[in-house]
């Protein structure tokens, strides 16, 4: 900065008076978000979530399992659905917890491709007695039969035959060096 600029500067400047300080507003505090049930009211709802309801056909979601490889019709799929197959054996798996569920499946839809048996039945169930955690076999066994080898197509059942708590499963016939119980390479 020049002189001369430095000198108009403090001309201009002449007679301003410097603001007083201002006191800066304390915010006053948020309150408390209020809570909208109470402790007793929360351990009733927990509670009425666990029981079943009162009408059982609540409990069947009427989540279908439908699953075909490729090279699968779609209209194999809608009579296996129809259950126009004829069911050579079937497989409860009620009761079994997740790992001798899991071997049982794997060793019966081996043997039943062994055997040349092109439809069985795996019986899951509805999940009726797994609470908020819902049809845990049936879950599983979803993930299971996807990827064995030996199944081409499965559908849920017929209601006669079990509806959404079991399943017609098409399995193709017997090949050399391959497992059928096994997990399909993906």
């Not at 001369?4 to 300080?21: I, K, N, T, Y």
């Not at 079937?90 to 491709?113: K, P, S």
């Not at 040349?116 to 845990?136: A, F």
């Not at 079991?166 to 399909?184: E, F, S």
Request: charged share 25%; net charge positive.
């Amino acid at each position: 900065m020049s002189e001369d600029d430095l000198h108009a500067f403090r001309e201009a400047m002449h007679g301003v008076r410097p603001l007083p300080p201002r006191e800066t507003a304390v915010a006053a505090p948020k309150p408390r978000p209020a809570a909208r049930f109470t402790r007793a009211e929360e351990r009733e709802v927990l509670r009425e979530s666990l029981l079943p309801p009162a009408d059982p056909a609540l409990l069947d979601t009427g989540e279908e399992l439908s699953f075909r490889r490729p090279g699968v019709g779609m209209d194999v799929l809608r009579r296996l659905r129809r259950g126009q197959f004829a069911v050579a054996a079937e497989i409860d798996l009620h009761g079994l917890g997740r790992h001798a569920a899991h071997e049982a499946l794997r060793e019966f839809i081996a043997e039943a491709v062994e055997r040349g048996q092109g439809c069985v039945r795996v019986i899951h169930g509805k999940g009726r007695g797994s609470g908020q955690r819902g049809p845990v076999l049936k879950h599983v066994v979803n993930h299971w039969l996807r990827r064995m080898d030996g199944v081409l197509a499965f559908a849920s059942a017929r209601p006669v035959d079990g509806g959404t708590g079991a399943a017609y499963v098409l399995l193709g016939p017997a090949k050399a060096g391959r497992n059928p119980g096994r997990a399909a390479t993906p």
